[in-house]
């Protein structure tokens, strides 16, 4: 996935990790994108980061889910506890993510 997406621009120095959490969940609760651009663009980088961050850990349960069907002896709920906790965690995480890469895309339908 990584080797065939386009660039993605880099994060400005000058916007803070809370100010983009801010407008993640602003976007979530209000609907609507910031105005200024930099931090539009930093929040486009972080949602689509939170977004493929759960699409990876929800890639690997499917590979332990067919692990534990070919080696059933094997202490599979020990070694699952870690990875779907991380997918609970992120999948929290990533729907304001989402829905600011769902308010974004509707915004530039629009134009």
């Known amino acids: 996935m990584h080797f065939v997406q386009a660039p993605r621009?880099?994060?400005?120095?000058?916007?803070?990790?809370?100010?983009?959490q801010?407008?993640?969940s602003y976007t979530h609760r209000s609907g609507t994108v910031p105005t200024d651009p930099h931090v539009r663009t930093?929040?486009?980088?972080?949602?689509?980061?939170?977004v493929e961050t759960l699409v990876m850990i929800a890639a690997?349960?499917?590979?332990?889910?067919?692990?534990?069907?070919?080696r059933p002896e094997f202490a599979w709920l020990d070694a699952g506890i870690l990875p779907?906790?991380?997918?609970?965690i992120w999948a929290f995480k990533s729907?304001?993510?989402?829905?600011y890469l769902k308010?974004?895309?509707s915004i530039s339908r629009a134009d």
Not at 42 to 50: E, L, P, R, S, T
Not at 95 to 99: F, Q
Request: proline share 4%; glycine share 10%.
């Open 60 to 70: 690997f349960l499917v590979g332990g889910v067919l692990a534990a069907l070919m």
């Open 42 to 50: 930093v929040a486009g980088v972080y949602a689509c980061a939170d």
């Open 9 to 20: 621009p880099s994060p400005h120095k000058r916007i803070s990790t809370r100010e983009v």
């Open 22 to 24: 801010g407008a993640l």
């Open 95 to 99: 729907r304001h993510g989402w829905a």
């Open 84 to 88: 779907v906790a991380m997918a609970l």
């Open 103 to 105: 308010v974004l895309h």
